[in-house]
């Protein structure tokens, strides 16, 4: 990151990378995660691995994998190192709980058939070979940009926020 560019040209960046990424992975789990990696030299294989079947919990329709993969993002910024860090858990999980309430209020749910309900206007069951053929018909791969790249918008925020406040100390 060049030290004059602006939050905005980040966030931006940010944005575009997950919704690539999803796009060309098929993973909104694996794609939002990998951008907020990239972006905050979080890299790490395993948790990249760990994100594979996250896209609605096993494609399941429960949580939407962008949600996810934002989470295990702020995690990585937020979390704790050690078991005894209580206060790191909470910043974890109120910068988790932000997430999920601004991604709800946008898609009316945090769950992979909600979201898909309402961007599609129906849902599909993901392990149906037909369902997934109706599914790509949809063209979910570009449509299914949108909740990758609100997830990592707003746990970009998130992650800059705190960057923020610890470079004014």
Do not use: W
């Not at 494609?59 to 790191?88: H, N, Q, S, V, Y």
């Amino acid at each position: 990151m060049q030290h004059d560019e602006s939050r905005e040209a980040r966030l931006n960046r940010l944005e575009q990378k997950a919704g690539d990424y999803e796009e060309l992975y098929a993973s909104c789990a694996q794609g939002t995660l990998l951008a907020l990696q990239e972006e905050f030299q979080m890299e790490d294989v395993l948790a990249f691995k760990a994100a594979t079947a996250m896209p609605g919990i096993a494609l399941r329709g429960e949580t939407c994998g962008a949600l996810i993969g934002a989470i295990m993002a702020l995690g990585m910024a937020f979390g704790r190192e050690k078991p005894d860090d209580l206060k790191a858990v909470m910043r974890a999980t109120g910068a988790a709980r932000k997430l999920c309430k601004r991604f709800e209020d946008q898609f009316g749910s945090c769950s992979c058939l909600g979201v898909q309900q309402r961007i599609f206007g129906r849902s599909f069951d993901l392990v149906d070979p037909d369902e997934i053929m109706e599914f790509a018909k949809a063209d979910a791969a570009k449509k299914c940009r949108a909740p990758a790249q609100l997830a990592a918008r707003i746990a970009g925020e998130l992650i800059l926020d705190k960057q923020d406040k610890t470079l004014k100390r």
